[in-house]
């Protein structure tokens, strides 16, 4: 089945910014494929960053409008989250996925990299 590997994660202080990277393998056509990062706070429920079609267009959750922007490489199989202006709030596990509105239903879902936001 599909995997993703996430990489890009770390210890930053409030105001900075990180790159995340997802590479997925064994995908199939992962040109026409949406693909959304996601992430996941301490004893809270998985949500939606961002996500991105194979076009190119993305959407952002409100809270990460004009900080993050999602892009990706067809060619490397693989997207990008860039997070400017981190926040605490902002601390989680990222993951990336393929996009779909039954998204909660997924449970293929690969490491995530851990972003801490700290000072």
């Known amino acids: 089945q599909v995997q993703f590997v996430e990489s890009g994660g770390g210890l930053v202080r409030p105001g900075g910014s990180l790159r995340l990277s997802c590479t997925a393998s064994?995908?199939?056509?992962?040109?026409?494929?949406?693909m959304g990062w996601y992430r996941q706070a301490p004893g809270k429920e998985r949500e939606l960053v961002a996500t991105?079609?194979?076009?190119?267009?993305?959407n952002y959750a409100d809270s990460m409008k004009g900080r993050f922007t999602i892009s990706r490489d067809n060619a490397k199989n693989t997207v990008y989250l860039q997070m400017n202006s981190l926040e605490p709030d902002d601390t989680a596990v990222y993951y990336c996925?393929?996009?779909?509105?039954?998204?909660?239903?997924?449970?293929?879902w690969g490491q995530g990299t851990q972003v801490t936001v700290s000072s």
């Open positions: 991105i079609t194979s076009g190119g267009n993305s």
């Open positions: 064994r995908i199939i056509f992962f040109t026409i494929v949406p």
């Open positions: 996925n393929k996009y779909s509105l039954g998204w909660r239903q997924e449970n293929n």
